[in-house]
């Protein structure tokens, strides 16, 4: 009996020594591709098939996952990348407390986006953002530590790493020139403008933003296409209010606009044509600030209404003289203001005092 057991156990032993053997090789076919000839021949193989199909569905997926990412961060209509990338880079470069690090932030405003959209039409705004991309990219390209990112509808923001001040301010004068040419080959206003400061590690990101919108609060007041560049690292965003504050107070103290028009024709034959009415705005030595900074800045400051009761005033004014009752006027009024009880008052007693000329206005 006790030699049964003995044998037992030796076969029993025996046998899990084969087994520990036959899955040790067969490990070692999963883990070594290049392994000579092996014992297994038909399972090795299946192994290994199944091993390159996983490897295959594996490279699928990182490939489709980086498609993914791109896209996330990818402006469609330029190619450029988007807001979300401009604040990642922006983020890493200030949270960078290993080493320090310095850079160029630019805020480029396509000055005219929204006015291309209303008289030539939205296909007409698409070419001008996308001619404005391509511009950028064409004067940053000798540049190489540059990305260049669509963060809005109408503004591109720069970074360009390792970047000296003297060397950005060389980059905003080239960009002027070329935003200079394309606004006169295309008939516009202006086409962009341009708003620089520094980035350094261990600011925050509000504080190097709010530095580079007072820079193209400056650049907008101060010429056509113009660029600005802002150090100073002290209140930079009440200094930016404080500053278009009395930017609008000059405009409605001194009545600086001057109001252009273009006729709209009718979509059915019982409405009558009228004239739309655009407003300009004139800074210091005669020059044009853009429309629609003025219009978002008084609201930011809380001017709109006695901007747009001036706009309205002037416009009253001079179509007192010119019609003869068979012109009509249109008249934008942002909903911001048209929303204001007070500014609605106003307003009926305007057109009552002007009852002659009230009804000749589309608002």
Known sequence: MSALILVGAFFNVMYYRSFKKVEATLINEIADENKGTSP???????LLEQ?????????????????????VNMDNLTGLNNRHAFRKELTDILSNEDE???????????????????????????????SIANIITKVTQHHPETSLFRISGSDFALIARDMTVSDAQSMAKKLKVQFDQYQVLNKLESTAYNGMSS????????????????????????????????QSDHEESKLGQQHWRSIIEEIIAKR????????IQAIHRNMKGYQEIFTRFIGQNNSMIPTDTVFAMAQRVDLSVKLEQLILETVVSQCRHKTDGTNRWGVNITSATIQNSSFIVWL???LLRESNIADLFNF
């Open 40 to 46: 297994f021949i038909k399972v090795s193989e299946q």
């Open 100 to 130: 320090q690090q310095h850079a160029i932030l630019s805020i480029i405003r396509a000055s005219e986006l929204n006015t291309i959209n209303s008289q030539r039409g939205f296909q007409h705004g698409d070419e001008y953002i996308v």
């Open 348 to 350: 009926e007693r305007l």
């Open 51 to 71: 091993k390159r199909v996983f490897h295959r569905a594996l490279q699928n997926q990182e490939k489709q996952i980086l498609q993914l990412a791109h896209q």
């Open 199 to 230: 980035i350094i590690s261990g600011q925050l990101p509000e504080q190097v933003l709010a530095r580079t919108d007072m820079a193209l609060a400056k650049a907008q007041t101060e010429g056509v296409n113009n660029w600005s560049f802002e």
């Open 256 to 263: 600086a606009l001057m109001l252009l028009h273009q006729p």
